[in-house]
Structure formats: C-alpha cells, structure tokens
C-alpha cells in the first residue's frame, strides 16, 4: 500500500497543544542519562506515594478479587463516603446520589463539558490556567475564553471580569481554586459572586477542587457551600496522592445526573475498580493523619522558597497559599521559555514555562513545583542563584 | 437560589443512549433482592477474575510503590510487550512506539475518533454493534452511519456495502472482530478487502479486536497483518478478565502518533499505573494457560447454549466463533423488550434486548452471553424451556 496515502485529522487537533514541559523533561531525562544531576521543579504531582492505609486497602481488595466493573456511576461505600467527607469537612450536606466517581479530575472535567458545551458553546475560564482544559472544550467542539488575570485578583476569574467578558455563546465558567500554576484561592463571597453572576446569566459554574486539603494558613472553601447548582470537579491525585490510580469525582447538579450518568456510562464505564476499593481508607484518620503531615511538609516547602525566589529576583506578587505551585515573573531574567531551556542545560534545575499555561504573558512566567525534598529545593534554589549571578553580572 | 433555573444540556446529550440493559440489571437486583433467583445471561465480562500472575504482579507493584503517573503513552515495557505479542501471536511486527495504553478499549475509542472525526464527518459501522461506538462519534460531534447487517455477511460491514453506504462526508469505518453482540468474525480476505475499499477512498479503518483470544476453532486475524494504515482498538478487559483495571490499548498509523500522544495527554494523563504494572504478567506463559483453559470453559459453554437455544425456537443462522455472546432472533415469540422483561420477572432469566445495539431490527433480537457457570446456563436454558412451553402452547 502506498504511504502516501492522504492523512485527514480532525481540525480539533491542530488547537490542541502538547503538555510543552515535556520537551523539557525529555531533555531532563538525556541529561541524566548522560550522568548530569536534575533538580526537578516541574513535576505536577506529589513526590509522596500513596499512604499505606490506601495501599493495604488495596491488597485485601486484590485478594478479595475485586477486578471486575463497577456500577458506572461508582461504588455507593466510596459515594457515600465523599459525601460523608462533605459533612465532616465543610458542613455540607450533600445526596450521595449526585456524586460520580470518574477516571480522575480529568474524567469529571470531560463529563461535565461533555454535558454542558455545545458546538461553538464558549467556556470562560481563567489565563493563566490548566491547560488541559481549554482543551477538553475543544475536543467537544466548544470553545475556551481565556480571561486575562493577574495579581490585582490574585490571578483569578472574578463576578467583574466574568460579566466583562461573557457573551451569548457563553454556557459554562470554570474555576480552579487553589489555582494550577498559581496556588492562589478563592474565598467564599468570591465563590458565591462567581455563582450568583453565571447563574442570573442562565449559565454553569464549575469549580476545579482538586487541591484541596493543600492549603497553608487556610481552609478551601467548597462551592457547594453557596451554590448547589454548581459543578464540583475533586480527585484524588493530588491531596491523598494517588496520581497514578486515576481516581477523581463529580458532583453535578441533581438536575443533570442522567445526562451525567449516562455519558460516564458510555465514554469510560466506571472508573478503575481496584482503586475505588483502595480509596475507600482514604477518609480514615489514620490516613489523615498521614496526609496532615504531608501538608505540613509542603507548608515548609513552600515557606522556604517563595521567599528565595522572591530574593532572587523572582517577582511573586500574591502569596500561594494552596497546591504545590508558584508562579513567577520572571520578566527581569529574559524569555521564560529561554530562561527554563538555560536553566536546565546550564544550572540543572527543571521549571515549567508559563507557555503551557495559556496565552496571557506567558513569556513572563515561570511555575516553580515544590514538589521535591527540601534538601532538593534548596539545592535548586543555589543553582539557580548561581547561574543569575553569573549570567547577570 | 430558585430550583427552576433553566437548564442547559448539550444537545448531543439527547442522542445519547443510556445503556437500557442497565434499568433491567435494576429490577434484576430488586428481584434478587426480594428473594428470587435470577440466571444472569446479561453480563458483558467474564466471570472469571483476574488471573493470579496478574494479581501477584500487581501486589508486587504496590509493594514497589508504583502509584505515580506513568508517561502519557504508558509504560515502555508494556508497550514492547504488547509489541511482542503482535509478533508472537500474528508473526506480525509493529514498532512498540505505535502502541498506546489506554484506560480501556474505551479510551482507545474515544482517541482514534477524536483524531479523525470533525464535527459531521461520518463513521461507517455495522448495525447492530457495540452501541458506544455511536456514542464517542456523537460526543465529538461526528455521526455514526449504521450500515445494517445480516447473516448474510454474518452480521459484518463487508466491502459491497461500505462502498453503497460510503459519502463524501464519511473519514472512517469501524468494524468489530470477534463482533458484540454477535460473535462473528472477519476473515483475512475480508479484512483486507475492506482496508482496501477505505483507503481508495482516503478514509481510515478502525478495528476493535478487543475479543480477539476468546475463538472457538478459529483464530482471529489482525488487521495489522493486512493493513498498516488502521487503527486497532484492544483491551486486557475481556480475553486477560481485567475489566475493572481499565487498560486497553491503540495500535495507531505511524503518522497519526504524535496526535494521539496529545489526546492521551490531554483527556487522560494516563492509564492507571498498577493496571499497566500487573498486565505485564499478562503475555507470560503461565497467565496463558489459565486463560487457554478459560477459553476452552467458554467454547463449551456456548457448544452447550447454541444448540439448546436453536432446539428451543431461537434463529441463530449464522454460527458465532468468537467472544462470548449470542445474538439470537427471536421474532416468533414477539417484541425482544417485551420478551427480556418477562423472561426476566417470569421465569428468573435476565438477557439483553436488540434495542441495546442498534436500530436495524432491535425487536427481533435478544443477545445472550455465556459469562456464567454451565449449571447456570442449563438452568437459565431450562427456565427459558419452561416459560416459552407455557407462553406459547
Ligand atoms: C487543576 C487541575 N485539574 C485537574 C487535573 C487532573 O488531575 P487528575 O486527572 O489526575 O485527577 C490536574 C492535574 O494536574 C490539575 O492540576
Ligand atoms: C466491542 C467492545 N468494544 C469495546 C469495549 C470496551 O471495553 P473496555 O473499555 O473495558 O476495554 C467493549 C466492552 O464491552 C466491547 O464489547
């Protein structure tokens, strides 16, 4: 058969970018393999593995032969239990029945699109932000807006920007609170503005939880507090650290649980069983006890660097106070994507540049993961001093 | 907040079907629940668990502490693996770097469609067949063209028909051997001929192999031996029982890798970890054993149900050599719904209606699966006996 046979691909395909970082780990990876030490800034994702009360959780469910499918909407006990985290964490009362256990927040996000955008429907959503999200719209055939933020609304879609900018094709507005790349949040009468603004304009809000647990000095507000119409997206990657067992929920509006029920049904038929059972001890307090420490450690990270970036040169207007990340102007430095490429090949520290982010200034910042030992973050934190000074002075 | 607020749904959502065996696995389980017996004959999954060399494997990596995410395209191992397979089982050689891991034959799917459909290009494929595939072509807003299907072709898309059904707006066709709910199989000649009728028309092949392993005195050709240029969708679900896992696989052309690399990025990050850890025991020969003796198990379940369902007045014309259904006519006892649901509250038997797989003939057909132990078969074909004998005479 002739190879060159006409390739037709989708249009979706040509907006849909790759995660770019991952150029950068590749090289990351030669480095290494040529015998050259990496500081790793850029992963998205804790250093911790899973706690053991999760891990053995996990065994008895191997050895009680739990490997085929579940109900698609998920195993009740785990519903049951998420609903139950709602209660003890933030006093809300929630019907189990609303919750939808999907392949991680990245299921819930495509569930809750899927459902909600139309063709040519527009989803305003915060730039700088995850990436993967504008993506999810197109793949539907809708649209991301990106609303420019910055410091001056600790880099998050607020009720002001949202009216500016929401037009008839709007359906949907989607937040991340604590944000990816910023770490910033939204406080409460922030939420119910957001709400309140997209509800009188017929619209969706849905709120990206999925760092919640990791704040430092605060607690994360749940939208479910002032809006019972909203869409929650939570997993348990990043918190409970179980990235790799692609595990996350939905909460979707009592009104749209069929539609919801049904795509879930077709598009993935249950989330992983194993990892359901496992999940099951991750609302244990001997597990929580486990995870308390780790936040701590990530409070001590994060104490640590932002104020040596800061003394660096580093510009962090807003205190990250959730997640792993901090966003960085880097602007003084030069190029963020040069700066990242020149760190890595020259000091041996990997970041991520704000290219992956979204379109706004992202040639101005960089995001810093923290998460890597201290040991580790302060050695970063040396090379990268050392390749300033040198290359600056 | 007032409980009327106008709700808006994707219109796509109303051409997505629930699975409707769902509502009578419900009153199923009511029936069990009040005390009644019911032979299930519905399930989709074999019954048998997970092999142990997979489970081990999998204690094995927890033990390890596999609980990140893997690369996008999954773990190298298990892609030189299945790589491996192709040349082991089919003599065929492919570059591991075309085989993608994917959350299930689902995810594989749902990549191959998000890279070829745009929004109203048409997927050709059989009437009836695997009722999601019309789904994911919907979700990204293509159209699936159900070509129907009879025993003439044993329930097969074949070439005369995708050239009569083929237009100008159809990219692709999708063909499914062994076929759910039928059980049929393509042949090499038959495979070739329509990857030959695709490509002169510059579309693409789809082929979901997923029950591939589970033959009965045959054995399934891949597409790959005949066409380099298709699409194979395949799954450790069925023939490996590791359904709950979620881990499927895509073999994709050589130039459509990079786009699916960003969609598998993109939709899913990854596939589980523990999953693609443990399937590495899956090609090992000890696993193979346990499954050559579940697969002879399931040959003589269904040499044991074909007869006993034609003796008892069901048309099955054409001989089903693979997977684990059967798709029976059964027009001279009436309505395929109204018969499922009576075989169901009458004589404890649950069976999926036609309705489930399509829209050409959905009335008259019934799919009964042999995922059950032989004594259950013989009662459920006794119980079945003994309803028609009193309905009928
Ligand atoms: C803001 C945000 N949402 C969603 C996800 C998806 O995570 P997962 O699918 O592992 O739950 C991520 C992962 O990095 C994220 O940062
Ligand atoms: C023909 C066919 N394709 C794909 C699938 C999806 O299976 P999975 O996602 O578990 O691999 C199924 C499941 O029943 C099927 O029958």
């Avoid at 065994?59 to 499918?69: E, F, S």
């Avoid at 429907?121 to 995850?130: I, K, Q, R, S, V």
């Avoid at 990436?131 to 793949?139: D, M, S, T």
């Avoid at 919640?212 to 909203?230: F, N, R």
Wanted: glycine content about 8%; overall charge negative.
């Amino acid at each position: 058969m002739s190879p060159e046979r006409p390739t037709h691909t989708a249009r979706r395909m040509a907006d849909i970018e790759p995660f770019h970082v991952m150029e950068l780990l590749g090289r990351a990876r030669e480095l290494e393999a040529a015998g050259h030490d990496i500081v790793h800034m850029e992963i998205g994702e804790p250093d911790f593995g899973t706690p053991e009360p999760i891990i053995e959780r996990a065994r008895q469910a191997l050895t009680d032969g739990h490997t085929h499918y579940t109900p698609a909407l998920g195993l009740p006990a785990l519903r049951e239990a998420i609903a139950g985290h709602y209660r003890d964490r933030y006093g809300v009362e929630i019907d189990p029945g609303r919750v939808v256990i999907t392949p991680g927040a990245s299921g819930a996000l495509l569930l809750a699109l899927g459902v909600l955008l139309d063709r040519d429907d527009e989803l305003l959503l915060a730039d700088p932000g995850y990436p993967c999200n504008r993506h999810f719209a197109r793949f539907v055939e809708g649209q991301a807006r990106g609303v420019p933020v910055d410091a001056t609304t600790r880099y998050q879609l607020d009720a002001e920007r949202l009216s500016a900018h929401w037009n008839e094709r709007c359906v949907a507005a989607l937040v991340a609170s604590p944000s990816n790349p910023t770490g910033t949040l939204l406080e409460r009468s922030e939420l119910a503005a957001l709400a309140e603004s997209v509800r009188v304009r017929s619209g969706r809000l849905i709120v990206d939880e999925i760092y919640h647990g990791l704040t430092y000095g605060i607690e994360a507000e749940t939208v479910l507090a002032v809006d019972h119409g909203a869409f929650v997206v939570n997993s348990f990657s990043k918190y409970f650290c179980m990235t790799g067992w692609r595990l996350g929920w939905l909460v979707a509006p009592e009104e749209y649980q069929r539609e919801v029920e049904k795509l879930m049904q077709n598009l993935f038929i249950a989330a992983p069983t194993l990892a359901q059972h496992a999940a099951l001890a991750a609302f244990e307090p001997e597990t929580r006890k486990i995870l308390e420490s780790r936040r701590a450690e990530f409070e001590r990270r994060r104490d640590f660097l932002l104020p040596a970036l800061r003394e660096l040169g580093f510009e962090i207007p807003v205190e990250p106070r959730g997640a792993f990340y901090l966003y960085a102007d880097c602007s003084r430095f030069g190029d963020s994507k040069q700066l990242a490429s020149d760190l890595l090949e020259k000091a041996g520290v990997a970041v991520t540049p704000g290219l992956d982010f979204g379109n706004y200034r992202p040639e101005q910042h960089l995001r810093f993961a923290y998460t890597t030992s201290m040991e580790r973050l302060e050695e970063g934190v040396r090379r990268i001093a050392g390749f300033l000074r040198v290359d600056n002075h």
